[in-house]
C-alpha cells in the first residue's frame, strides 16, 4: 500500500519562505515515471491544483508560479515544495498526490497524503 507523508508545514509571517516534503512508501509499479505533485486547500474552499512534477517537466497553477518551485528526489521517492513570498491567501491544507499523469484535475491522482498546514499571518 503507497503510503505519502507530508512534512514542513507550520505558521510563517507573510513574505516568508518554507519548503514542504513528501516522502511515498513505494511507487506503485516499477519502471514507470508517476507524477508527483501538491494540491491544496483552505478554509471555505475548493480543493486546487498547485504544481506537479513529471519525468522532469515541472506544471505550476498561476498562483504559484514565480513563487513556488517544485523538485523531486527520485532516489528517495520524494517531492518537495519550495514556497516564497508567502502570503496569508497561501493559508491552506497542503496534500501531497502521486498519479500516473501530471493533470491538475484531482481525480488524475490515486493516492493522497493526509495534508500539513500552512499558515500565513502576522
Known amino acids: 500500500q503507497v503510503r505519502l507523508v507530508e512534512s514542513g508545514g507550520g505558521l510563517v509571517q507573510p513574505g516568508d519562505s518554507l519548503r514542504l516534503s513528501c516522502a511515498a512508501s513505494?511507487?506503485?509499479?516499477?519502471?514507470?515515471?508517476?507524477?508527483m505533485g501538491w494540491f491544496r486547500q483552505a478554509p471555505g474552499k475548493e480543493r486546487e491544483f498547485v504544481a506537479a512534477i513529471r519525468a522532469g517537466f515541472a506544471y505550476y497553477a498561476d498562483s504559484a508560479k514565480g513563487r513556488f518551485s517544485i523538485d523531486r528526489d527520485d532516489s528517495k521517492n520524494e517531492v518537495y515544495l519550495q514556497m516564497k513570498s508567502l502570503q496569508p491567501e497561501d493559508t491552506a491544507v497542503y496534500y501531497c498526490v502521486l498519479g500516473r499523469l501530471a493533470v491538475r484535475n484531482s481525480d488524475g491522482y490515486d493516492y493522497w497524503g493526509q495534508g500539513t498546514q500552512v499558515t500565513v499571518s502576522s
Open positions: 513505494e511507487m506503485p509499479m516499477q519502471n514507470y515515471n508517476y507524477a
